[in-house]
């Protein structure tokens, strides 16, 4: 505490002694007077000492156990109740003069005020030192946003979480989550994603941070991510006959067949026929290749359990594309095949919508 704050309490300290001084001595007389009219007796001397010296007591009392922590909050309403008496004391005795009767309650609305405002401070710094004191949501945020700030204030009183910057900070943290949640398995995503992604939003309720709940959900999109698309697979050409000669060979193109009528709910897609390989004539001076030879098929990517755990855990489509991708070559069946080997079961017209329309996206 600096030298300008020590002199600031000593001024504030002697200004209360000075008001309550100047109270009790405009009051004694007025009281003193009224407790005679209404028959008291000797007892009128004391009755004004009794009062304001009570007063006294009472909210010395509430300070000092304040500080100490261990307020008892009967004390300051007697106080107030034993203020308010007074006031009224001073005022029946200038009864019928409403200015008079002002005057008498100025002295005692000022001293409450000065020992309210020393209470509040001595009160903070209490719970300050004991790592108690909690902060006041501000009123701006009470103005924008009534609900969510009732449900913010709500958590930090429930759950002792004193730091109004904590809060909000886990408050957009939650919300973080949430959007992520919703991006990644869509609007029903309350329903489809895994209880470990929304454990840790749930447990945000109870005032449990987020962190751990976050670095779960990234570790997960980093392993379920999407691996890039591999070169297309090379294509093996049958040896040459004696004397040099190759036959160039174009390579089979899977025919696209036409979706399935709208009133065909029942009916599977028909499979694609395979094209024959269609032999071109050979350059001059060079003799055919031997009958029947073909292209090779397309290579398919060979069962792996990276595969397997690649397509665990994301949805249907995202595992039909990741087929795709390792196999770009394959038609409608051969993906259906493919998903199956690697333990995921997937809706054969969903295999085929999808890839035909890769297919005439990229022809």
Do not use: C
Not at 19 to 40: D, E, H, T
Not at 93 to 121: K, Q, T
Not at 127 to 142: F, K
Request: charged share 15%; proline share 10%.
């Amino acid at each position: 505490m600096t030298r300008t704050q020590r002199g600031l309490i000593a001024v504030v300290v002697t200004g209360a002694f000075v008001i309550a001084a100047i109270g009790f001595v405009g009051s004694y007389g007025a009281v003193r007077q009224l407790a005679q009219r209404k028959g008291f007796g000797a007892f009128s001397l004391v009755l004004p000492i009794g009062v304001d010296a009570g007063i006294s007591v009472l909210l010395a009392l509430d300070l000092l156990l304040t500080w100490l922590r261990i307020p008892f909050p009967l004390l300051r309403q007697t106080a107030w109740l034993l203020t308010v008496g007074s006031v009224v004391f001073n005022a029946a005795a200038s009864w019928g003069d409403a200015l008079a009767m002002g005057m008498h309650a100025i002295i005692p609305v000022l001293f409450i005020i000065v020992v309210e405002a020393a209470r509040h401070a001595i009160g903070r710094l209490a719970d300050i030192t004991a790592d108690r004191h909690m902060d006041s949501v501000r009123l701006v945020r009470w103005i924008l946003a009534p609900v969510p700030t009732f449900a913010l204030w709500r958590r930090m009183k429930l759950w002792e979480l004193r730091s109004y910057d904590e809060v909000v900070a886990l408050e957009q943290a939650r919300m973080v989550y949430r959007t992520r949640l919703r991006a990644r398995y869509g609007r029903n995503w309350r329903r489809t994603a895994p209880v470990e992604a929304l454990l840790p939003l749930k447990l945000a309720r109870y005032g449990v941070p987020l962190q751990q709940g976050a670095g779960q959900l990234e570790a997960q999109e980093s392993t379920t991510q999407l691996p890039p698309s591999p070169p297309p697979p090379a294509v093996t050409t049958p040896p040459a006959p004696a004397g040099g000669a190759r036959t160039p060979k174009r390579s089979p193109r899977p025919r696209r067949s036409k979706p399935a009528p709208a009133g065909a709910t029942t009916a599977k897609p028909a499979r694609s026929a395979k094209p024959k390989a269609v032999n071109l004539p050979p350059p001059p001076g060079q003799s055919p290749s031997t009958p029947g030879s073909q292209s090779a098929p397309a290579a398919v990517a060979p069962a792996s359990p990276d595969h397997r755990a690649a397509i665990t855990g994301i949805s249907q489509a995202q595992a039909i594309r990741y087929a795709l991708a390792q196999n770009p070559n394959a038609d409608a069946p051969t993906l259906i095949a493919w998903l199956l080997d690697h333990g995921r079961e997937v809706n054969r017209g969903s295999v085929f919508r999808i890839w035909q329309s890769v297919n005439q996206t990229n022809p």
